[in-house]
């Protein structure tokens, strides 16, 4: 970062941004080799994203921002072509990604359609980290989603990781614990209000919308969601351990040994860890119905997967 840009900062703006370039030296110094990709739409949340990392000490080089048209508005091709005029003025690489056929879709499928063009671009400029400026809010969305039902996760309350490693790379969340309101008072202090404010996020009849509207009513505190969503975390990889001790591999076959009086929640996670070994690029949030059906299961003790 230009040291004059940094000494010409106000105290206050600098005392909220060293809070989150902490957290970037935690999570970022690490992937400064192979580059990172920023998923930036536009919104206050990461174009906060974007300009803290602009600013921050320790930048590195390969760092692409990547905004991708969802074609779900009038205005989200210019919008995508902000970001990225914004971004080359702040000397990153940049990439608008065009979604085709986006009419009448849900969120779930927008989302796979979004991360398979950005992994597209990851793999054709060798980079294996995706960084997305998700917050507390969203945790507190996320939480509440998976508990009634509108979430895809299959292990419903827990806690979204702050770096989630997939088998095409690691996806990595630093803004997880700020909320919101705290990101924009970074864009406040640094005279930025030109974010993008999609009226479909406060307006629209999506889940998360709904969510959002429930949260505004009943002024729960965030804090608490995260708190309890990391206490479900906790239990799941303890969950996830016992699991693993009744997976055997050998050769192209995955053995799964069940005796009858295992816990049907470690049954349940040896099942999806073994699947998950056999398919590592299927989304397996879905599938805990047909898991649950096979857990409960008291005939066979064995059960053998091909890998």
């Known amino acids: 970062m230009n040291n004059l840009h940094y000494a010409s900062m106000k105290t206050k703006t600098r005392r909220l941004l060293q809070s989150v370039w902490n957290i ?5 110094i690490s992937k400064s080799i192979s580059g990172i990709i920023l998923c930036i739409s536009g919104g206050s949340d990461s174009r906060a994203l974007m300009e803290s990392i602009a600013c921050w000490p320790n930048r590195f080089l390969k760092i692409h921002v990547v905004s991708v048209d969802h074609g779900t508005r009038t205005q989200t091709c210019q919008d995508a072509d902000d970001v990225c005029n914004r971004a080359r003025v702040l000397g990153f690489d940049t990439a608008v990604l065009k979604m085709k056929n986006t009419k009448n879709k849900n969120e779930a499928i927008l989302r796979t359609e979004r991360y398979r063009l950005i992994w597209e671009y990851a793999k054709k400029h060798n980079i294996d980290t995706l960084v997305t400026a998700h917050t507390l809010d969203d945790q507190a969305e996320s939480f509440i989603m998976n508990i009634v039902g509108f979430g895809g996760g299959a292990e419903g309350g827990a806690m979204l990781d702050v770096a989630l490693h997939q088998s095409l790379g690691s996806i990595v969340r630093p803004f997880l614990n700020f909320s919101r309101s705290y990101l924009i008072s970074i864009l406040t202090c640094m005279h930025i209000n030109d974010y993008v404010k999609d009226p479909t996020n406060e307006y629209g009849n999506g889940k998360r919308v709904l969510v959002r509207k429930f949260l505004r009513l009943h002024r729960l ?25 009744l997976i055997s591999k050998k050769r192209e076959l995955i053995s799964i040994k069940l005796p009858i009086d295992i816990p049907e929640a470690i049954k349940f996670h040896a099942l999806k860890d073994s699947i ?6 299927e989304d397996l949030r879905n599938m805990r119905s047909i898991l649950n059906k096979i857990a409960k299961l008291h005939n066979c003790s064995v059960y053998i997967v091909p890998e």
């Not at 998950?276 to 690029?281: D, G, L, T, V």
């Open 276 to 281: 998950r070994h056999a398919i590592p690029k």
């Open 221 to 245: 505190p965030k804090e608490r969601f995260a708190e309890i969503s990391k206490r479900r975390s906790l239990e799941l990889e303890a969950l996830s351990f016992a699991g693993s001790k």
């Open 24 to 28: 970037f030296d935690t999570c970022l």
